[in-house]
């Protein structure tokens, strides 16, 4: 496999409004069109990832629903 990271990792700038190659130092990463901050992805990614982040616990309840379910199949068969 070639190495496309380069190519490949990229981050939002809030400048730009868009996502950027960028410059990463230890503590930051900048970008390389505006020198400004970067950030891992943009707002609406972010907020659509803790949502998803946000779902995984409901699952639990489902989990006993599907536990019944389960032993409901079996008493089934
Ligand atoms: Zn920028």
């Known amino acids: 496999m070639n190495n496309n990271s380069f190519y490949n990792d990229r ?3 809030p400048c730009c409004q868009d ?3 960028y410059l990463a130092s230890p503590t ?3 970008c390389v069109q505006c ?4 950030r891992i992805m943009s707002p609406e ?3 659509t990832f803790n ?3 946000a779902k995984s616990p409901r699952r639990k309840g489902k989990t006993t629903k599907a536990k019944t379910a389960a032993t409901q199949v079996k008493t089934a068969v």
């Open 19 to 21: 996502y950027v190659a």
């Open 35 to 38: 020198a400004g901050e970067v």
């Open 51 to 53: 949502h998803n982040r």
């Open 28 to 30: 930051q990463s900048y």
């Open 11 to 13: 981050k939002f700038c």
């Open 45 to 47: 990614d972010w907020a």
